[in-house]
């Protein structure tokens, strides 16, 4: 069975950086597109940013700027640097790992890393 699986979410004050991590076990086929969502508290799931195979980087606007999405290929995993850190950043980050570029390509979410900036 396919597991996505975050980590490094924190509490961190206003200003700061963390960096969160998505690894994949249980296969070793190359995610097409992986990426990163975030949902904070009564508000629904939202993009932060997108990397494909080609290396092709997509950002949402409140995150531009501030975040850098990189991958280790070799290792099918994704990073998300958060710097600037911002009280409205706060929220459950969701990696999503998918196998192709059609809307019904298999794809797995992983679990969410919480990640608090606190004012």
């Known amino acids: 069975q396919v597991q996505v699986m975050e980590s490094g979410g924190d509490l961190v004050q206003a200003g700061g950086s963390l960096r969160l991590s998505c690894g994949v076990s249980g296969s070793t086929a190359r995610p097409i597109i992986m990426g990163w969502y975030r949902q904070a508290p009564e508000k629904q799931r939202e993009l932060v940013a997108t990397?494909?195979?080609?290396?092709?980087?997509n950002y949402a606007d409140p995150v531009k700027g501030r975040f850098i999405i990189s991958t280790d290929n070799a290792k099918n995993t994704v990073y998300l640097q958060m710097n600037s850190l911002k009280p409205e950043d706060t929220a459950v980050y969701y990696c999503?790992?998918?196998?192709?570029?059609?809307?019904?390509?298999?794809?797995?979410w992983g679990q969410g890393t919480q990640v608090t900036v606190s004012s």
């Open positions: 990397i494909n195979s080609r290396g092709t980087i």
């Open positions: 999503n790992m998918k196998w192709g570029v059609a809307v019904e390509s298999p794809n797995v």
